[in-house]
């Protein structure tokens, strides 16, 4: 199968960032949002990636306009959806969102279209049912941020087809990531692996063992880890960290899977991390060099 035209839902940080992949590796994209506003704030983020990517000789500053160039965006799901050999789903990590998505893109689709969710947790075989094509459902996990690192977890669900999984394995590596399969179980094996020890390092904060910065620098300085579990918590976004810990306790039905107190109340008071401007850090007065969180000093 030759995907030459793909559509990406959602344009936040990760929607974004998968459309301006593609983009630069020569695709033409759809970038798709509910919002226009959010649209345009998106495509500004997309010209400020291409400019530090033409700062570090990555691209040279001919290509920018070109790659902006490839991007359409809009906020007519099915006329985008018309005309797409592969369609990336990145709309918020919430089942009821994506159910509806992927009922809505499948009435549309061509036959021949690949439908891949960009979901960290949520069962590919559960969003393929909601479809008349399971065998062309599939996980494509990018890792923010996109433009960055090149992992893709590459998830089947339990209908998706060896040449579903192989095309989009071959469609992975044409724009520089390396694709790893991963079974369809709760949290696939990266957040399976990553988010307990996040909310442990979380409890560990909320029973007072150490405090914000002491965590990350054990983890930084003792396990070669580029940034703490605490700071990544942060980027990754607090209330995402809760829906994909959920997803694994009511998954397992085991206990050490369940998010801490804290993790939960933070989430109620809207301190998701980067995005609210404040988590276990205080990121509004200089994102790049954040202090911790005046509750945690």
């Not at 090149?150 to 390396?178: A, H, M, P, Y």
């Amino acid at each position: 199968m030759n995907i030459k035209n793909i559509t990406v839902v959602g344009c936040g940080t990760m929607g974004n960032g998968i459309a301006h992949c593609f983009a630069q590796n020569n695709f033409e994209v759809h970038l798709v949002d509910i919002s226009e506003e959010n649209l345009k704030k998106a495509r500004a983020v997309i010209e400020k990636n291409l400019e530090r990517q033409i700062a570090r000789s990555i691209i040279g500053a001919e290509d920018k306009p070109e790659i902006l160039g490839r991007i359409k965006t809009t906020t007519n799901l099915d006329a985008a959806v018309k005309g797409s050999d592969l369609v990336v789903e990145a709309a918020s990590e919430n089942s009821s969102v994506k159910e509806s998505l992927f009922k809505q893109i499948d009435a549309v689709a061509p036959e021949h279209c690949i439908l891949a969710s960009n979901t960290s947790s949520i069962s590919i075989t559960k969003l393929a049912s909601y479809t008349k094509r399971p065998e062309k459902v599939i996980g494509m996990h990018f890792m923010n941020p996109v433009p960055v690192v090149r992992l893709i977890e590459v998830i089947s669900g339990f209908k998706t087809s060896e040449e579903t999984l192989n095309v989009i394995s071959d469609l992975s590596r044409e724009i520089d990531k390396v694709p790893l399969p991963a079974k369809d179980y709760p949290g696939f094996v990266a957040n399976r692996i990553l988010l307990p020890m996040i909310n442990e390092a979380i409890e560990t904060l909320f029973q007072g063992i150490g405090g914000v910065s002491e965590i990350d620098q054990m983890m930084k300085l003792g396990m070669g880890h580029p940034m703490g579990p605490l700071q990544l918590a942060d980027f990754i976004g607090l209330d995402v960290c809760l829906s994909v810990l959920e997803v694994l306790h009511e998954g397992f039905g085991n206990p050490k899977y369940a998010p801490t107190p804290l993790l939960i109340n933070m989430v109620q008071a809207g301190n998701l991390g980067v995005k609210s401007g404040v988590g276990f850090y205080d990121y509004r007065a200089d994102r790049k060099n954040p202090t911790v969180a005046a509750q945690f000093i």
